[in-house]
């Protein structure tokens, strides 16, 4: 009953034995203000998950009323080393990176910057013929801000032709020139739903054009500082370029370090920590106790689904009893970002991604947590 639908990269298996589990605090002490009772079956609960599904290491935190309650961390940020998972590891947030891009879009949308309606490619539009070779083939030019935004494009679908995966030796501004010039729309924009990461990336060129700013550089003025985020930034492809408190990925099936992070940016190319993740939701839920970073109205918009889409508004998954989220999904990676309807903000991430229910189990973990704790504290752990 707590599944949530999430659009996913296909999953894959990871055969990793993890034989010691451990949290922030290494003496399993009860947070204070929760019922000891209450943590031994969250930390019950996360355990089950974690051997079934060999989880090397996992972090989440929760806020009520928009004020941080609980963040717990198990197992190991990095098992070659022995470095326990802390709150401060940083994870690859995967499609997470689109609410983030959304709510850029729409805070230049309130500034007058920019509309929804605005087209994005041909003769006096947003990016003109920047990119890919005019005349355009059918339909790009019709292509508005709020397609992209709503997954309407009519093609660069998320499948195994998804361009924003393919030709790993292109640059960025070379994949879109490819892309315009060789994956022609297969829908008219604005009638058929189909999930695509290239929109999102050209929303990031639609930001740097408007703004004249970096798409990350845009991202961490306008809408990470004003939430208190100072960690968050785009990860790195490989290896040798893992940022500092970055979690080691564990995959089996794919390299997590091929994965062209900086390529991604604005559909996929963030990594952050859960606190950070909250302190994001809690500027954007409309719930009373915290000022949020958009209008009321502009919110509305932001939430409120499309018809060809009923299952996702703009940047962010939604159903029919107000519930937003989303989620993330890479190679040695899986991540959820969710705002409930009564008051509660969750975050969890993984340093792995196994086949199976492996993401839906995920998420009822999250709800079996939030009804398992039957006493909350009043502090806020971000006013700390």
């Known amino acids: 009953m707590f599944t949530i639908k999430f659009y996913l990269f296909a999953s894959v298996c990871l ?25 031994k079956s969250v930390d019950s609960l996360v355990y089950s998950f974690i051997k079934k599904y060999h989880v090397p290491g996992l972090s989440f935190a ?18 070659f080393k022995h470095i326990l998972m802390t709150p401060d590891n940083r994870f690859r947030i995967a499609s997470i990176s689109k609410p983030f891009t959304s709510t850029a879009i729409m805070l230049l949308i309130e500034q007058g910057e920019l509309h929804l309606k605005d087209k994005v490619f041909g003769n006096n539009a947003l990016l003109a013929t920047k990119y890919g070779t005019y005349p355009y083939k059918k339909w790009v030019i019709d292509v508005t801000v709020e397609d992209l935004l709503e997954h309407l494009c009519g093609g ?20 879109i020139n490819w892309t315009l010039n060789n994956q022609p729309l297969q829908n008219k924009p604005g009638t058929h739903f189909q999930y695509s990461n290239f929109g999102f990336c050209i929303l990031g060129r639609v930001i740097e054009k408007v703004s004249g700013s ?49 390529r991604m940016d604005a559909h996929g190319g963030w990594i952050a920590t859960p606190t950070d993740l909250i302190k994001f939701l809690v500027r954007v839920d409309k719930f009373p106790q915290k000022p949020d970073i958009l209008k009321p109205a502009t919110l509305d918009s932001m939430f409120t689904p499309s018809v060809a889409g009923s299952g996702y508004a703009k940047g962010w998954a939604v159903n029919q009893v107000n519930n937003y989220w989303h989620n993330g999904s890479l190679p040695g990676q899986q991540s959820i970002a969710v705002r409930t309807n009564d008051n509660y903000c969750w975050a969890i991430m993984v340093n792995t991604r196994a086949d199976g229910n492996f993401s839906a189990d995920l998420d009822e973990l999250m709800w079996k947590i939030r009804f398992t704790i039957k006493q909350w504290p009043r502090y806020d752990l971000l006013a700390k």
């Open 15 to 39: 055969m990793i034995t993890v034989t010691c589990f451990a949290q922030t605090k290494v003496n399993n002490s009860t947070p204070t203000g929760f019922l000891t009772q209450d943590i």
């Open 62 to 79: 929760i806020a009520k009323n928009d004020s941080l309650k609980i963040r717990r961390c198990y197992g190991y940020a990095d098992t």
């Open 156 to 175: 660069w679908a998320n499948d195994h032709n998804d361009p924003m995966f393919l030709h790993p030796e292109m640059s960025q501004a070379q994949l």
């Open 214 to 262: 970096k798409y990350e550089e845009f991202v961490r003025k306008n809408v990470l500082i004003p939430c208190g985020i100072t960690s968050m930034e785009i990860g790195g492809n490989t290896l040798a370029e893992r940022k500092s408190k970055e979690v080691y990925y564990y995959d089996k099936q794919q390299d997590p370090y091929t994965m062209d992070e900086k």
